[in-house]
């Protein structure tokens, strides 16, 4: 398995909305992940976060991405409606060890955060050569 999910407010946050009606908290990053080939691509969106807020951290096979979205009202607005959460945000991908974490590629355009993970060349198949003796068997006589 090449992702690991696990977020403990997921159910609670589905059971909420089936109750309720409503988003219990909004998805601040939501997350596309697919595998193309030997590569493991993830894709958060980040819309109007600045890409210096962005932060990436490995440690083991935990990949913790952090990001902050400054509002963009000013200090005297009368703010009408408000559905973008503003902020920092945090989310946590539990890796498969089959995932080679020290090859990670970031990149971010249009507010799209897409992350390039390669399968680890231990992890890939391989064909294994079969060597033997000499076939042939000598009888003695």
């Known amino acids: 398995m090449m992702l690991m999910r696990t977020d403990p407010f ?9 109750v309720l ?14 595998r193309e080939g ?5 894709e958060l969106d980040l819309p109007g976060v600045d890409p210096e807020s962005i932060d990436l951290d490995v440690e083991r096979n935990v990949l913790t991405v952090k990001a902050e979205r400054r509002p963009s009202t000013s200090e005297g607005s ?10 920092a945000f945090s989310r946590q991908l539990f890796l498969g060890e089959t995932l080679d974490t020290e090859r ?7 507010g799209v955060l897409r992350l390039r993970i390669p399968v ?9 050569a079969i060597s033997g003796g ?5 009888i003695s006589g």
Do not use: H
């Not at 030997?38 to 993830?42: C, K, L, S, Y």
């Open 10 to 18: 997921r159910e609670l946050d589905r059971l909420t909305q089936q």
């Open 21 to 34: 009606g409503t988003a219990a908290r909004p998805a601040a990053m939501p997350m596309d992940a697919f």
């Open 38 to 42: 030997d590569t493991f691509v993830v």
């Open 78 to 87: 009368e703010i009408l409606i408000s559905e973008r959460p503003a902020g």
């Open 104 to 110: 990670i590629d970031a990149s971010y355009e249009a």
């Open 120 to 128: 680890a060349e231990q992890a890939k198949p391989r064909k294994i």
């Open 134 to 138: 000499d076939t042939r068997k000598q």
